[in-house]
């Protein structure tokens, strides 16, 4: 059965029925903390909505308002964790933000303003990179090390640098701009 939430019962519906989302939240471990939290409230909303739309019952019956309930709890949860294990996955595919990247600086002694104007371009540029080009961009921009350096650190050949650089440059290209200001 396929029915609508008109937006005279929205209202209630929210009132009575959100509390599963946040309560799905909370099973799972994430805080109203978490940077994504209410990007995952919102989501939890629209699959909510979803179940109501799609529960094969009709809800105007109090015997089948707990069946939703369990139902709706239910399709919540698979829709956070498919997002928490796709967020998960991005995160595994980045390469982490050094910890020690500040004692890798070079000593040029930049302008404050300069120097984390650079830090935040480099920090909008890794996420755009696989794991070996973002290691290139770190060796080559940070610790200013030759390709023949990279290649000897990172275990590969000055070919596969090569490579590096180019698909670095592929990416990039867009911020030359930034950077010609």
């Known amino acids: 059965m396929i029915r609508k939430l008109s937006e005279e019962k929205e209202r209630a519906f929210f009132d009575q029925h959100s509390g599963i989302v946040h309560g799905v939240l909370k099973k799972l471990?994430?805080?109203?903390?978490?940077?994504?939290?209410?990007?995952f409230v919102q989501q939890g909303l629209l699959k909510l909505v979803e179940a109501y739309e799609?529960?094969?019952?009709?809800?105007?019956?109090?015997e089948y308002l707990y069946q939703f309930t369990g139902f709706a709890y239910t399709k919540v949860?698979?829709?956070m964790l498919d997002l928490l294990r796709k967020q998960q996955r991005?995160?595994?595919?980045?390469?982490?933000?050094p910890e020690d990247l500040v004692k890798q600086q070079p000593d040029t002694h930049l302008p404050f303003e300069q120097a984390y104007q650079e830090m935040d371009l480099l920090k909008e540029m890794l996420p755009l990179l696989?794991?070996?080009?973002q290691a290139y961009l770190l060796d080559t921009v940070v610790t200013r090390l030759s390709?023949?350096?990279?290649?000897?650190?990172?275990?590969?050949?000055?070919?596969?640098?090569?490579?590096?650089k180019k698909r670095v440059a592929e990416k990039l290209?867009?911020?030359l701009l930034i950077l010609k200001d």
């Open 29 to 39: 471990g994430v805080s109203r903390n978490h940077s994504d939290y209410d990007d």
């Open 54 to 62: 799609t529960f094969p019952k009709d809800l105007e019956q109090a």
């Open 77 to 79: 949860r698979w829709k």
């Open 90 to 97: 991005k995160w595994e595919s980045e390469m982490p933000w």
């Open 130 to 133: 696989t794991k070996n080009e």
């Open 147 to 164: 390709v023949t350096e990279i290649a000897k650190k990172q275990g590969v050949s000055r070919k596969t640098v090569y490579q590096w």
């Open 173 to 175: 290209a867009h911020f």
